[in-house]
């Protein structure tokens, strides 16, 4: 506990520390200041635990690999998370509970969901060659279809991608949360009304 209390204050100490003025990327994780989502251009590629300082290729795309599967995952769960809240149900689940509590509505409706990510793990797979996270390699239909005209479109696509599973992973950490603290997982209202058609109420 002590240990805690001491980084934090460590912590908030180096809040106040004068800013650097030079670039906060050193030789060894600079290979990737280039790459995709860095945190800004005088961070470069922000690795404050040390994954990739050695500037191994492989192990920063197995990452980014990770990072953008778990986003995706949020994104998908920040959505159905809203919507069963609002009361909407595929039919044969209108008992299921909304929000976190739907894990614990019972195995009959968790094993169908384990089943689906399993086979979607299995059935997906990642281009040879290609940049972290593309699954065209596979016969199912994904990408950015018409959107990516060119290189510029496709980088701009992939950054908003990882942005935005960047924050729904914050997002959907922050419903489950406050869904537990006090039953009011999106804090300032009950539910997203744009959703109300489809709970049929």
Partial sequence: ?????LA??????AAFAPAQTGKAS???NAAFDNEIGAASAELGCWDPLGFVTNGDQKRFDRLR???LKHGRIAMLATWGYATTWSG??????EDVAAGHQAVFSGPEYLVPVLLTAGLLELL????EGSFPGDFSATGFP?????YARNEADMIDLRTRELNNGRAA????LGMMVHEQLDRKPFIFFDKFDIYAPLAGN
Avoid: D, N
């Fill in 1 to 5: 506990m002590k240990t805690a209390i």
């Fill in 8 to 13: 934090t204050l460590v912590a908030g100490a």
């Fill in 26 to 28: 050193t030789a060894l």
């Fill in 65 to 67: 690999g990770i990072e």
């Fill in 88 to 93: 909407a149900r595929f039919p044969g689940c």
């Fill in 124 to 127: 997906w797979k990642q281009k």
């Fill in 142 to 146: 994904v990408g950015f279809g018409p």
């Fill in 169 to 172: 992973q914050m997002g959907i």
